[in-house]
């Protein structure tokens, strides 16, 4: 195993990765605020903190990952509001949304998945240690942080504070860059808002207080690792930073990882510009989850990841690829014994992945090691230097990089049909694929090629292309 290194936005450099405790690891992640569906910007986020998730456990690291769905925030109130319902009334569909989207992509479940609105007393305790240590203010019944008492303050995002007016609020959660101000902890409820009645008065929690309360509430003071989307250094995560070191005097988190975004065709994604998508709009027009994952986990995280119909299409071959190397891997048969070099030809790929994914989670790297090893591995088969005892090996690698990538199982229609999209006509699964085949081989086998003809023609109707190799046997692939 390589050494671990990964960029750390709060020094600015690539460092090693030295866990607090050896062997643990404590990570938090910012979750969806669940006021829509999520996009394929929040996702390619997603997807980075899932390939970091899988690779710490493949390094036999024991997991801590918690993240969070952030159910209460000025958007949702505001959505709440008009759409007359409670809150959870109105997230509980995008919260299930999310789920099935994380599902669909593959993105593990964390050990511990929480909803900011089960977490108000938390964040209130939280805002008394604040005010006992007068890091707050009042206003008007709602509580401000006043970051001119943390000097600290902006050494995540590195943020310019020589225009910052002291004791200039603002409310809102989201706010400008470079526009550094004191910010709500806890809002006072407006007119027609949900609120909580608690020791600090009538209110709601701000997003920023959120997070702080619930990371440390399963991860101790100090965590190992924090992520998001670049767009949350400044300011949410340089409030958090400011709101649980303000508290407990101690590192909040001592590696912080920010994935850059994702754009459409070159361009910011929005919905005027009609380059607005999310998981659905893709499925709806015949994009596979599987494609969708490979496109977002491609593009090592902090790159900028230009989103592109061309680009999710050749995804998809990609995707193709390497399951035709697992089928062939499974189906095909070699000759005994194993072929010179083989073995150490597959060891030296899981060697070069590694190496990849060692370093900052390059998964360009990663993969091109994948791709080559493919690409002479079958040149080898076809050539007939590829032995039966070499197939373990080249398992075992397709193991490793699927423990990562998690790609290679041909679900994809199973995902849809759970989703509720129609799959495209005719589609079998495999075991019924594998019936039709045997039923052709038996065909041939007493020359009746009218009848294999005719289930090959049924089959490839279905979207199955077999193919009859030299050595008698027969390979099944999806088009
Ligand atoms: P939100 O639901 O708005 O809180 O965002 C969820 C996650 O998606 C956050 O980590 C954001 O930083 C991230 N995110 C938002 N837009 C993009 C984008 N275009 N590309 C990558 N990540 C994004
Ligand atoms: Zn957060």
């Given at each position: 195993m390589h050494e671990l290194r990964l960029h750390n936005t709060l020094s600015g450099k690539t460092e090693a990765f030295v866990p607090q405790r050896t062997g643990e690891v404590k990570m938090y992640t910012c979750g969806p605020t669940v006021y829509d569906y999520a996009h394929i910007g929040n996702f390619r986020t997603f997807v980075f903190q899932d390939i970091l998730r899988r690779y710490l456990k493949q390094r036999g690291l024991n997991l801590t990952h918690v993240m969070n769905l952030t159910d209460v925030d000025d958007r949702i109130i505001a959505n709440a509001v008009a759409a007359k319902m409670g809150i959870r009334e109105y997230t509980e569909k995008f919260a299930q949304a999310f789920f099935a989207d994380c599902k669909a992509l593959s993105v593990e479940a964390p050990e511990h998945w929480i909803r900011a609105t089960d977490h108000v007393p938390e964040m209130v305790e939280l805002i008394e240690r604040l005010q006992k240590k007068a890091l707050t203010y009042d206003s008007e019944g709602s509580i401000y942080y006043r970051i001119a008492k943390f000097p600290e303050y902006g050494k995540l995002s590195k943020i310019d504070l020589t225009g910052i007016q002291a004791g200039?609020?603002?409310?809102?959660?989201r706010y400008e860059k470079e526009s550094a101000r004191d910010f709500a902890l806890w809002k006072a409820p407006k007119p027609g808002e949900h609120f909580w009645e608690t020791e600090i008065g009538k209110g709601r929690p701000g997003w920023h207080i959120e997070c702080s309360a619930m990371a440390m509430k399963y991860l101790g003071e100090t965590l190992d690792i924090h992520t998001g989307g670049i767009d949350l250094a400044f300011p949410h995560h340089e409030n958090e930073i400011a709101q649980s070191e303000g508290a407990t005097g101690k590192p909040f988190a001592r590696y912080w990882l920010h994935a850059e975004h994702l754009l459409v065709e070159g361009e910011k994604m929005s919905k005027s510009l009609g380059n607005f998508f999310t998981m659905r709009d893709l499925y709806g027009k015949g994009y596979k989850p599987s494609a969708l994952r490979y496109a977002l986990a491609s593009v090592p995280y902090r790159r900028q990841l230009n989103f592109t119909f061309d680009g999710l299409q050749q995804a998809s071959s990609s995707v193709e690829r390497v399951r035709n190397f697992a089928n062939r891997l499974q189906q095909g048969k070699f000759p005994a014994g194993s072929a010179t070099g083989m073995k150490e030809r597959a060891a030296r790929a899981l060697d070069d992945f590694d190496a990849g994914l060692a370093d900052d989670l390059n998964t360009a790297v990663a993969l091109a090691a994948t791709f080559d090893f493919v690409r002479e591995a079958n040149i080898a088969m076809d050539k007939g230097d590829f032995g039966q005892e070499d197939v373990a090996a080249a398992e075992q690698f397709l193991h490793a990089f699927d423990e990562i990538?998690?790609?290679?199982?041909?679900n994809d229609g199973e995902k849809l049909r759970e989703m509720g999209f129609a799959v495209a006509h005719g589609e079998i699964d495999d075991a019924q694929v594998e019936a039709r085949v045997a039923e052709r081989q038996a065909a041939r086998q007493q020359r009746d090629f009218a009848k294999s003809d005719e289930i090959r023609k049924e089959l490839a109707e279905r979207g199955i292309v077999i193919e009859d190799s030299k050595d008698g046997s027969v390979r099944w692939k999806r088009k």
């Open positions: 200039a609020r603002v409310d809102n959660d990538f998690a790609v290679v199982k041909d």
